[in-house]
């Protein structure tokens, strides 16, 4: 049975076929058609034409959207690169300037150190002069220690004329304010035992308690006691010092120590 196709308007047929085949230099040609009725009875003809190189594939280059990103990351990490080469440049001038500074500094403090090395040599024998030259003090043998000049006497006496002997010429008997002061008063003492200003005093009027003062009033702040020896002050207590530290006795003769701030 035979079917025509133009003869029912409501039927719509899609033919696909092969005209031919045709290869030349290499490349195969094929032509497909496309036939479409529609209702209006009216014949559409599609043709494609497709060409394909067998030794050959064309690839299409990357879209635009695609290429952007990475023209943004090449532009951001160069700039980076600049900045950090900037960057790299102003470290190294701030670098050398600091060390030229240092240099200058450097050599600014070790004249000062030369300046002060020579004021403290010369502040040395003004003091050796002065502790000698005060007042009465005409007697050889003073030593200075810091701002204070010292003297060991060649007599013996007791505690209360030791102090007067001192204050006869100008000075006391030695108040000891630290360790270091303690050591330079022992070396004087390599001969024998010498009083220094330390006595009792009571704390009350009306109480019978005792404390130690120094000539001066003050209460002592340090004080190297010779181990064993009983710190507890008794009435009329008052201190010696020998190689070994501070002692105290009541009574007795030995030699002093004066001291006068310079």
Not at 48 to 61: E, V
Not at 195 to 205: D, F, H, N, P, Y
Request: proline share 3%; net charge neutral.
């Amino acid at each position: 049975m035979s079917l025509n196709i133009y003869e029912e308007p409501s039927l719509t047929m899609d033919v696909r076929y092969s005209k031919g085949i045709r290869e030349d230099r290499g490349e195969r040609v094929e032509r497909l058609v496309d036939i479409y009725d529609g209702q209006n009875n009216s014949t559409e003809h599609h043709v494609y034409l497709s060409t394909q190189d067998r030794g050959a594939h064309t690839q299409k280059p990357p879209p635009a959207v695609q290429r952007n990103p990475f023209r943004a990351a090449a532009l951001i990490l160069g700039l980076l690169c600049i900045l950090l080469l900037v960057g790299c440049i102003v470290l190294s001038k701030l670098y050398m300037q600091i060390i030229e500074e240092k240099d200058v500094v450097e050599a600014t403090n070790n004249e000062l150190q030369v300046t002060n090395n020579e004021l403290q040599v010369r502040l040395d024998t003004m003091l050796k002069e002065n502790c000698q030259a005060q007042g009465n003090m005409t007697v050889a043998g003073w030593k200075r220690f810091r701002s204070s000049c010292y003297y060991k006497s060649t007599d013996m006496k007791n505690w209360n004329d030791s102090r007067k002997d001192c204050q006869s010429i100008g000075a006391d008997l030695v108040i000891i304010n630290s360790k270091e002061e303690q050591e330079f008063v022992m070396k004087m003492n390599k001969h024998g035992a010498s009083w220094i200003g330390l006595q009792s005093e009571k704390r009350k009027v009306w109480l019978e308690e005792w404390q130690w003062k120094w000539v001066d009033g003050s209460l002592p702040e340090y004080l190297g006691w010779q181990v064993g020896v009983n710190v507890i002050p008794v009435d009329r207590s008052t201190a010696y010092m020998d190689v070994q530290g501070l002692m105290h006795a009541k009574n007795g003769s030995k030699q002093w120590i004066c001291e006068k701030q310079i």
